[in-house]
Structure formats: C-alpha cells, structure tokens
C-alpha cells in the first residue's frame, strides 16, 4: 500500500473522506468491500462487479486454502488473474473461519489445529502459514491471523484471545514480505473497553499501514456495536486506514462511518440477496411475499439499478416462486449496488460538508427492524 490521505472531515463527528492507494490505483473511502469468500462474489460476474461500482472485494484465506490450495491460485498467476478480477482484493486471515467451521479446533500459542469442514482433514493453521498462503494469494491487502470470540464472552476468555492476538499479530509482521502487498492488524477485545484500548495501543505500537477492528456484529447489540466503536476508533492512527469487519447492514453502514470508519464488509447484501430479502430506501422488504404477486413498481424507486430499471417486483417475485436463477442474481445485483451507492452517497456528502444532514434524514426514512417472513 503506498499511503493513505484525508480529503475531507465532517463537522461533529468522526467521519471522513479518504483515499488508499496502491500499485493497483486509488480506492476510494468510504468504502463498502462485497464478499468474494471462493474467489467469487455469489451470482456475480467480475464485469457485473465493474458496472456497479464496487472497488474493492474479501476473498477469505481458509477456504481458498482447503480449496482449491494455494498453489492452484500461485501457479494460476495469484488471485487477481485465477478469478479474472481487476480491482484490489483483501484477503482475511482466516482466522473467523477456523474458529466458526471447523469441527474440531484445538487452540495453543502455536496457532490452531482444526478438521477441515469439506473432508474432516486435520491441518494447522500458524501465524506464519496464513501469510504465506496470502502472500500467494496475492491479495492487496492481507490481514493478521488473529483469535475472534464469541459473544457473550468472559472478559478471562477476552483478556486470553486479546494476548494471543497481539502476540500473533507480532509474528505476522515479522513474516510477513510480499511487495505491495499491505498487511493489517485486528483489534480484538469483545466489548470490554479497557481491553480493546490495550488491543489498539499495542497495535498502534507495531505500525502496521492500517488497523481493522475484528469481534463485532457477532450477535451484540448495536447499542454495544457503536459504544465500541466510539472507544476504538480514537485510539488508532488518523492517518491510517480504519476497517471494521463483517458489518454491512445500511444503519450500521452510516452509524460506523459516523465514528470513523473508512472500510467495511460482509456476506449481508449477496445471502439476503440470494433469500429475496432486500435493501430499500425505506427498509428490508422480503420479495417472495404475497403482497408483490401484482406490484408493477421496482424495487425500490429511487434505485438507478439495472435491476430497479429493468423489472417488476411481481416479475422477481414470480421468478423466486418459480425456482428462477435469475432471482438470486437480480436481488444480489441490487443489495450490491443500493449499498455501493449507499457508500458514494455517504462520502459526497462527507466532501460537500452535509453529512450530518445525510446522517439524519437516513434515519428518519430507513425502517430498522427484521425482515418481514415469506407468506
């Protein structure tokens, strides 16, 4: 990564406009990244990806490991040229996922010794192995191995990951040497406040060229979300880049860059996508229900989607109910770009200083709360 700059600060709060660059070129921030877990965005082509927007895409370390193996993706000229993909990539360390799908883990401060979820076949997953395997992956910008924990957690079980974190994250950057390729660390820590401004600190210590914030959107509050997010984000560098993993639900979108974000992800927007549940000016709608059967109307009609352009609601609505592919690709297409678009929104804003207008009437028009069930 060569550098990361502020072009703009919003007034009363923390959110700003920035750019990250690379050998790749510029990524803009805010910056929503879609997940591309197998070294593909689900029921998205590459050039799909171009046409909404997107910058920027995760592709995940354990399971491009598992499969199909990292030297498949070496041999194949890295991960850039395996899946035909442009734009920068992120990969995660893997470490989420080791802890998540395996079936057997066995933790120690070597790293974690787990059964593969594919074929129950056992491998051991160091520090050092998960930068080798992103350094051949080739990814723009790889992530530290680190211990993410449940929630609710003890603050002993916390306090015993956080160590574990920090220690790993040393062994990272000291193996870690691929050119141009940026490596960041994670801050951990639950939602105990004390142990996540050590986290920070320590990191802050290591100099990494940016610091995402890992343990979050793991089933707390938003409320508990937030508060941490106002505790973290003081203590990492301001001329860095911020990343807070796995949040990608729109009020958490705002609510984060609020705090100081620059950099966000999840698997949100392709899984309700591919389920019929959709983004919305005003709200989750599920597509599959009964009251759609005759709507006429787009998805949304302030969307300027090739999805909201093109076709109905009762038209997508029959194509869920009649098993149709095209369903899934559609609703993904959208969620994709209502939130890509989300993210040019939030930044323009940030630039013309009206963010905190923005902020606010988002609030008043987005209906939080679940989505409502298939009838």
């Not at 965005?41 to 354990?62: C, D, H, R, S, W």
């Not at 000229?77 to 883990?105: E, K, N, Y």
């Not at 979300?225 to 560098?237: F, I």
Request: aromatic share 10%.
């Amino acid at each position: 990564m060569n550098g990361f700059r502020i072009e703009a600060v919003s007034r009363g709060c923390g959110a700003r406009a920035g750019i990250i660059s690379t050998g790749r070129g510029d990524i803009l921030t805010p910056v929503f990244m879609p997940v591309g877990t197998k070294a593909t965005v689900k029921a998205m082509a590459p050039f799909e990806l171009q046409q909404i927007g997107a910058q920027i895409i995760l592709a995940n370390t354990y399971h491009l490991y598992l499969r199909p193996g990292r030297e498949v993706v070496r041999e194949a000229g890295g991960l850039h040229r395996f899946m035909a993909w442009p734009g920068h990539i992120l990969t995660d360390s893997g470490g989420f996922q080791v802890f998540s799908l395996s079936t057997l883990r066995e933790i120690s401060e070597e790293g974690v010794r787990f059964r593969s979820h594919i074929d129950g076949s056992e491998h051991n997953m160091t520090p050092e192995l998960s930068i080798r395997i992103q350094e051949d992956l080739g990814s723009d910008i790889a992530m530290c191995f680190d211990e993410c924990v449940r929630y609710p957690c003890t603050r002993e079980e916390s306090e015993a990951a956080l160590g574990r974190t920090l220690r790993w994250a040393e062994r990272c950057r000291a193996s870690h040497s691929r050119d141009g390729q940026a490596l960041f660390g994670i801050v951990q820590g639950s939602v105990f406040e004390d142990q996540r401004i050590r986290c920070a600190r320590e990191l802050k210590g290591m100099d990494f060229p940016g610091y995402a914030i890992g343990g979050l959107s793991v089933g707390e509050p938003h409320e508990e979300m937030y508060r941490t997010l106002d505790t973290v984000c003081p203590e990492l560098p301001s001329g860095k880049p911020r990343y807070l993993m796995g949040v990608g639900y729109p009020s958490n979108l705002v609510e984060g860059v609020a705090r100081g974000v620059d950099m966000f992800d999840c698997v949100l927007p392709t899984r309700d996508g591919r389920n019929g549940t959709l983004f919305t000016s005003y709200g989750r709608i599920n597509i599959k229900r009964r009251e759609y059967e005759k709507d006429f109307g787009p998805i949304d009609p302030e969307c300027g989607c090739y999805a909201c352009r093109n076709f109905s609601r009762a038209y997508i609505r029959h194509l869920y109910r009649s098993r149709e592919i095209l369903a899934s690709r559609l609703c993904t297409w959208h969620n994709l770009f209502f939130l890509t678009d989300l993210m040019k929104r939030i930044r323009s804003s940030i630039m013309d200083g009206t963010f905190p207008e923005f902020r606010k009437r988002f609030h008043e028009v987005f209906r939080d709360g679940a989505d409502p069930d298939d009838d």
